[in-house]
């Protein structure tokens, strides 16, 4: 069973330009995390997926910042005109629909973004 | 807004010596999550933790979730170098009834074990 798949690994843009993270998650999950994580801290919360649904956004930026979780496909979060702020490691996690307690989130590897 | 602070922010022990890493909140969470993290990795999950006052043992890794679901502890009993990372705790709940789920990110805490 693979485990949650994040590409690419690295990416290089220009300022100005358009990046695209994609994250296939765990088979049998429905449920997608991004996070955002600079270098030494923490992992900040972005944005909550289901299939076709966004349901908790509050961590995303309000501009240049989108995502996607389509039916078919992986997740994608996409970022407008990048700027030097915007370089870190972008992290996808997955989790299974449950009734339980546990939010327990498996991680991909992460991409991590570096504008030049 | 869920906050989870995590304490000391940085470690560097001798290898065999023992520690504890706390994970601290104001707010109660349905379950608590330990993960390491390594240079260039993602997170890896160590261990979940559902009921107040639960304990779970990993090897020499214990992790303790408090009475009242706000705050859990990881413990290392003869730490090895192969321990060096960053470790991360999650707290998990619904933030309004009916909502969904959210996974709260403590800050971490950067572990190194000196050989």
């Known amino acids: 069973n693979a485990g949650v798949m994040q590409n690419p690994r690295h990416l290089v843009r220009r300022r100005g330009q358009e990046a695209r993270l994609r994250c296939s998650p765990m088979?049998?999950?429905?449920?997608v995390y991004w996070y955002r994580q600079l270098p030494e801290e923490g992992l900040k919360f972005m944005v909550y997926l289901q299939k076709e649904n966004i349901i908790d956004e509050s961590g995303m930026p309000k501009e240049r910042f989108s995502a996607e979780f389509p039916k078919e496909g992986p997740s994608i979060l996409r970022i407008q005109q990048v700027v030097r702020g915007d370089s870190a490691a972008y992290f996808c996690a997955s989790s299974p629909p449950s009734r339980t307690q546990s939010t327990e989130a498996f991680f991909g590897q992460g991409t991590r973004l570096t504008v030049v | 807004t869920q906050l989870l602070e995590q304490s000391p922010q940085f470690l560097s022990i001798q290898e065999g010596e023992n520690l504890t890493v706390y994970c601290n909140s104001s707010s109660v969470f349905s379950s608590l999550q330990w993960y390491r993290q390594e240079p260039g990795e993602g997170p890896v999950l160590l261990v979940t933790?559902?009921?107040?006052?639960e304990v779970k043992k990993l090897k020499r890794l214990t992790f303790q979730f408090g009475d009242a679901r706000k705050d859990s502890s990881l413990h290392i009993t003869a730490a090895q170098p192969g321990d060096t990372g960053l470790y991360l705790c999650?707290?998990?709940?619904?933030?309004?009834?009916?909502?969904?789920?959210?996974?709260?990110f403590g800050s971490g805490t950067q572990l190194t074990v000196l050989p």
């Open positions: 999650a707290g998990g709940s619904r933030p309004r009834p009916g909502s969904a789920r959210q996974l709260t």
């Open positions: 088979k049998g999950h429905s449920h």
């Open positions: 933790v559902v009921t107040g006052g």
